[in-house]
């Protein structure tokens, strides 16, 4: 024990003799130093830039529109078959120029998720449905007609299939319709 201790008092005088010739306070400033202004200014920047390039992508709507309003119309004409088959009563789904809606001797039902008001969805301003026509279900959940409904949207169109059985589904650009 007593070697080690020598070597701690000849460590701390060497250290003592060091700080005399001014070396103390370059150890001193290499303890504290920290990022310089010109890193921090690229890092801002290049984060900057990242967020400028990226944010339009996650923000904006544009290729989910017309996706969104495929899947309401899916909603809505399973809707009306549902209610057809539970209430007996003939229930259309209307597809118009600027809406669709779901209606029980021409009068909209009630929106199930909000029940004050009635089931109408307006269209997005740069989304088209085609055919525009109207689809009765009668009792059974049969329909009168069978159309292949085309909804397009900015970078997206979307089929939804009413097929003579009552099955409805939406077919998109990852498979075809069935004939």
């Known amino acids: 024990m007593a070697e080690f201790e020598g070597l701690e008092i000849f460590h701390d005088v060497h250290e003592r003799r060091a700080c005399d010739r001014g070396q103390c306070r370059r150890r001193a400033r290499a303890a504290t130093a920290g990022f310089t202004l010109l890193e921090v200014v690229t890092v801002l920047v290049m984060a900057a830039i990242l967020a400028a390039v990226l944010a339009p ?27 057809a088959q539970n209430q ?29 008001a009635s089931l109408v969805v307006p269209l997005p301003a740069d989304v088209t449905i085609t055919p525009q026509t109207t689809v009765s279900f009668a009792r059974p959940g049969v ?16 089929r939804v299939d009413v097929t003579a059985s009552g099955y409805i589904y939406e077919c998109g650009p990852q498979g075809a319709c069935l004939p």
């Open 57 to 83: 992508r996650f923000i904006g709507t544009t290729g989910f529109t017309g996706q969104t309003t495929a899947d309401k119309l899916l909603m809505a004409a399973r809707y009306a078959e549902t209610l």
């Open 88 to 116: 007996g009563v003939t229930t259309s789904l209307v597809v118009g120029t600027g809406s669709f809606s779901v209606t029980q001797n021409s009068v909209a039902v009630a929106n199930p998720t909000l029940q004050s």
């Open 143 to 158: 329909p009168n007609a069978t159309p292949i409904f085309t909804v397009a949207g900015p970078g997206s169109t979307v």
